[in-house]
């Protein structure tokens, strides 16, 4: 959409000023669902269709064990409703207020702020990979992984913090251009990624009792390896007893011996899959097990949804992760991001609101709709005007997202 908005209404407004804010939801995402949304209830969430691909085999011949029938993997979003609301004298002219700054910039802040973050902390855990350390090299790692499985743009969202650790290092992003309306938060580019600042990143502590109580730690039986699912699990964990109570941290990555990541098409990499920590576990000092929430995988035998393999390309199963070797990042103060792929990530806005008995107008910029519908109070003689968006947001593809942690 070109720079420019023709007509400066405060519906506009709004939304100009929350796709400056968005980059977060606008910038690398895709609309895979706007052909189904026509219909759907606001506030409902509703599987999606991913398509998924077919078996290369090295012979002329099809037999009876190709892969010859497409799966289609649901995805599943929620299509959330959020609004505002602001009071103003009904007889007060526009050109009393500074509309843009007394109304569109805090209300679409405080819109944007609420929807960009539940995105952000919804999709802890949907990524294939994930890369820890200090300095760019995990943002190198993380871009190079997913340079190798897709043609894809690359964008990064990373915590602040980690531009600052940058910077007092003596290294910095390589400026890049972009037009002056969504610029905002743009720290420019490395390595064939575009970074944004994200503050809505969690950080995460790892404790040194964390990492000396599961030292030498193993999986045990799990949940968290099951075909064709895209919920959360269980995945166990067995250790020596522990000297001291510790605390196994949200955000915290674990990598199992022998469990590979794949790339879009189901085919093994060369990097360990990571299992991201849902929820923080409270383990007692004397423990031996613990469970932790994470993603759950699918590790479809033969099949492009696959998400996990064995080193040589073979079908895990669920036993070949008992008394698997696990690691986790080293003791210290984690700031996190995201590197993703284009299509990595869905976002899109409802076009269409019903409002009956309203005065109802809507504004859409970079493709964020915003709908306005006010009523007037002629017993106190107030303008109630409620800004609504409702929104399609989320990760659809976790083999092209790499989740960093840089101390």
């Known amino acids: ?35 189904q949304l026509e219909g759907k209830r606001n506030g409902q969430t509703y599987k999606f269709v ?45 050109t009393d207020l500074n509309w843009d700054k007394e109304i569109a910039q805090p209300n679409s802040q405080k819109l944007v702020n609420a929807v960009t973050r539940k995105a952000v902390q919804g999709d802890l855990g949907k990524c294939g990979t994930a890369f820890v350390g200090e300095g760019f090299l995990p943002l190198s790692r993380a871009s190079a992984h997913l340079a190798s499985v897709t043609s894809e743009k690359l964008y990064g969202f990373i915590d602040p913090n980690i ?20 610029k905002t938060g743009l720290l420019g580019e490395f390595h064939g990624a575009e970074y944004r600042a994200q503050r809505f990143f969690e950080q995460v502590n790892v404790s040194a009792d964390c990492v000396t109580g599961l030292t030498g730690a193993t999986g045990a039986s799990s949940s968290a390896y099951t075909d064709n699912s895209n919920g959360t699990a269980t995945l166990k964990l067995s250790f020596s007893a522990a000297a001291a109570a510790f605390t196994i941290p949200r955000g915290m990555v674990i990598w199992v011996d022998g469990c590979y990541a794949c790339d879009c098409v189901g085919d093994v990499t060369g990097n360990l899959h990571a299992f991201v920590v849902l929820a ?23 099949s492009g949804t696959r998400e996990v393999a064995k080193a040589g390309g073979g079908t895990i199963a669920t036993t070949d992760f008992n008394s698997a070797k696990i690691a986790i990042p080293a003791a210290g103060i984690y700031f996190a991001g995201v590197v993703r792929a284009e299509g990595a990530f869905e976002f899109e806005t409802l076009e269409k609101l019903d409002a009956e008995g309203a005065d109802y107008e809507k504004g859409s910029v970079n493709g964020v709709t915003i709908h306005k519908n006010k009523l007037v109070d002629l017993g106190t003689m107030e303008n109630t005007t409620r800004f609504d ?16 942690l840089i101390k």
């Open 50 to 94: 991913v398509r998924d691909t077919g078996e290369a085999v090295n012979s002329l011949a099809i037999g009876g064990g190709d892969k010859v029938s497409v799966v289609e993997r649901e995805v599943s979003l929620t299509l959330d409703p959020w609004h505002i609301g602001v009071k103003t004298n009904a007889i007060e002219s526009v």
């Open 1 to 35: 959409m070109p720079n420019t908005i023709k007509t400066n209404t405060l519906t506009e407004l709004i939304a100009v000023r929350f796709a400056e804010a968005a980059s977060y939801l606008v910038n690398g995402s895709k609309k895979y669902f706007a052909g």
């Open 389 to 404: 968006i409702v929104s399609l947001a989320g990760i659809v593809e976790p083999r092209a997202v790499a989740y960093v």
């Open 280 to 302: 923080d576990v409270s383990v007692a000092s004397s423990a031996t097990t613990a469970s932790v929430s994470v993603r759950a995988v699918d590790m479809t035998a033969n």
């Open 163 to 182: 531009e600052a650790v940058l910077t007092s290092n003596g290294q910095q992003f390589v400026p890049v251009g972009a037009p002056p309306m969504y």
